[in-house]
């Protein structure tokens, strides 16, 4: 079974930033995973935020471009999302998904909240 725990969530003011983070574990090779944050607002569907490929490619929405860069440490099983510049439209649940040998497993989600 594999295990995706997210952490770093919270309660940020606009213009500041947080750093969330994925642990990945279980029967898988996260070397050779592909890692990805989404989020969802409240009565929202849940959207792709960024992506990062085993070989280190990442793409990131159009809305988050400049300001969100996501990241991976194979040698922690662990995928970072580093958020600079928030806004209050930034406010959603943060999840992690690990897609490996065409399945997809995701993580419990993070609060993150951007208000003044």
């Known amino acids: 079974q594999v295990q995706l725990v997210e952490s770093g969530g919270g309660l940020v003011q606009p213009g500041g930033s947080l750093r969330l983070s994925c642990a990945a574990s279980?029967?898988?090779?996260?070397?050779?995973?592909?890692m990805a944050w989404y989020r969802q607002a409240p009565g929202k569907e849940r959207e792709l935020v960024a992506r990062?490929?085993?070989?280190?490619?990442?793409n990131h929405v159009d809305s988050v471009k400049g300001r969100f860069s996501i990241s991976r440490d194979n040698t922690k099983n662990t995928v970072y999302l580093q958020m600079n510049y928030l806004r209050p439209e930034d406010t959603a649940v943060y999840y992690c998904n690990l897609r490996y040998a065409g399945t997809d497993y995701w993580g419990q989600g993070t609060q993150v909240t951007v208000s003044s």
């Open positions: 990062i490929s085993s070989s280190g490619t990442t």
């Open positions: 279980g029967r898988i090779l996260f070397g050779i995973a592909t």
